[in-house]
């Protein structure tokens, strides 16, 4: 089974902070997605990573950064968090080969910036 | 550009009854695929059931089916003999290119199983 891991299910940060939220796959995929999610808006992609060391902006990228320094880790950085960053952040990876390509997602991280 | 549409913002089914949950989407490319993903509330998003759009034959999972109607753009899912268990966000989203990076999601439908 495909498994997508996020470091943390709830987080809690100050203003001003950096925040590191880690993403681990064990399906060996070539791409990596990091997704916020908050009520009334669903989905929307911050970035996503197509290989390593690649990376491309999504819908909503301001404030954030990536980095993916292997093919199995995808990183998302809060340079300096805000509270307008609070939200359920979500992380998720897809194969390039088989057609299918359906996203598998990790839990999640709640993040809230006080 | 692509988009999913979702018109139902919540549904309400009395257990083991089948539900219809809409989906409609737009795109002018021939070849994209068509998922059902479900969020219970602890947040994971689950893959529940995929359609390719070459594909002749409606997508079956269990008791997830996909009505897929190409001419009219809509991706149906339907849930038979619901389960309190099924109370949940479900998201309709469709991939658009042939490496698996360009991904939309509807806003979803928060589906509730009456007792």
């Known amino acids: 089974d495909v498994k997508v891991t996020q470091s943390s299910r709830y987080l809690v940060k100050r203003t001003g902070e950096k925040v590191f939220l880690e993403c681990v796959q064990d399906m060996d995929h070539e791409n990596m997605f990091w997704y916020r999610q908050d009520p009334g808006l669903g989905l929307r992609l911050i970035y996503f990573s197509y290989d390593v060391k690649m990376k491309e902006k999504g819908d909503i990228p301001e404030g954030y950064s990536v980095s993916r320094e292997k093919k199995e880790r995808f990183s998302l950085i809060l340079e300096s968090a805000s509270t307008n960053q609070t939200s359920m952040y979500l992380c998720?990876?897809?194969?390039?080969?088989?057609?299918?390509?359906?996203?598998?997602f990790g839990p999640g991280t709640r993040l809230t910036v006080t | 550009a692509q988009k999913i549409t979702q018109t139902q913002p919540g549904m309400f089914v009395q257990e083991k009854e089948a539900v219809t949950l809409d989906c409609t989407y737009d795109?002018?490319?021939?070849?994209?695929?068509l998922f059902w993903y479900k969020q219970p509330s602890s947040g994971e998003m689950i893959f529940l059931i995929y359609q390719g759009s070459y594909d002749q034959q409606n997508a079956t999972e269990g008791r997830y089916s996909l009505n897929f109607q190409k001419a009219r753009k809509s991706a149906n899912l339907v849930i038979s003999a619901s389960q309190l268990g099924d109370s949940a966000m479900y998201f309709c989203a469709m991939s658009y290119d042939n490496y698996g990076q360009n991904f939309v999601f509807g806003p979803g439908t928060r589906l509730s199983v009456l007792p």
């Open positions: 998720a990876s897809s194969g390039a080969t088989g057609g299918l390509h359906e996203q598998y």
């Open positions: 795109t002018s490319d021939p070849s994209y695929g």
